[in-house]
């Protein structure tokens, strides 16, 4: 168990909605980082949050937003959903310092139908 | 901007013996981070073993040892008397450091390792 919890574990919807996906950090982390994992285009850094201000952007999509909490929970919020944004939507944290691994979460699986 | 490749989609190995996944990395920095993530059946993403750039020695992790050349940016990961647990993806990923902090990782295409009983 890494100690990063992801909410929900499946997620199903249709086009054009949207979806709100949870992350809590393991307990101490400061950082927290969101990545797509999609069949073609491998994994992909979307967004990191340090300590709830934004520090690192990615592939991320307008149509996409995240935020990081007082609590230092975060959310990735995907409107406007398209069959492509079809995947599995990780969560990592890390520590403070350069030599801190990140740990992931178990996924957010996301279908779009 | 940095890019990771790993040219081997697949590989398999016979159980109990030893296999190396190749990596390469194209980058200008002289300070970075390497590791390799297992990603099993279950999906979770889980840390293998990581290698700073300033150090020349090799990591170790128990059955698993990187060969880390940083002049030609390879970064080769071999795992020894594999076992029917070590079925997974595989995944290159490079780090560049944030400041005084953790960057974000890029990843590798990943290499699908299957080990035969």
């Known amino acids: 168990d890494s100690g990063v919890t992801q909410t929900p574990k499946h997620l199903i919807t249709a086009t054009g909605q949207r979806v709100t996906l949870r992350c809590s950090p393991r307990s101490g982390d400061l950082s927290v980082y969101w990545y797509q994992q999609s069949l073609d285009q491998g994994l992909q850094f979307l967004i990191q949050?340090?300590?709830?201000?934004?520090?690192a952007k990615g592939n991320i999509l307008e149509r996409f937003s995240a935020q990081q909490f007082p609590d230092l929970h975060s959310e990735l919020n995907l409107s406007s959903l398209e069959l492509g944004d079809s995947a599995l939507y990780f969560c990592?944290?890390?520590?403070?310092?350069?030599?801190?691994?990140?740990?992931f979460g178990n996924g957010t699986r996301l279908t779009v139908t | 901007a940095q890019t990771v490749t790993q040219s081997q989609p697949e590989m398999s190995v016979q159980e109990a013996e030893t296999v190396t996944l190749s990596c390469t990395y194209d980058t200008s920095e002289s300070n970075y981070y390497l590791f390799w993530y297992k990603q099993p059946p279950s999906r979770q993403m889980i840390l293998v073993i990581r290698q700073e750039a300033y150090k020349q020695q090799n990591a170790t992790e128990n059955r698993f040892s990187v060969n880390f050349q940083k002049a030609a940016k390879s970064f080769s990961l071999k795992i020894s008397d594999s076992q029917l647990g070590d079925t997974a993806m595989y995944f290159c990923a490079f780090m560049k450091p944030d400041g005084g902090s953790q960057g974000n990782l890029i990843f590798g295409k990943g290499t699908k390792l299957s080990v035969k009983p």
């Open positions: 990592a944290s890390s520590g403070a310092f350069q030599n801190s691994p990140l740990h």
């Open positions: 949050y340090y300590n709830g201000e934004e520090r």
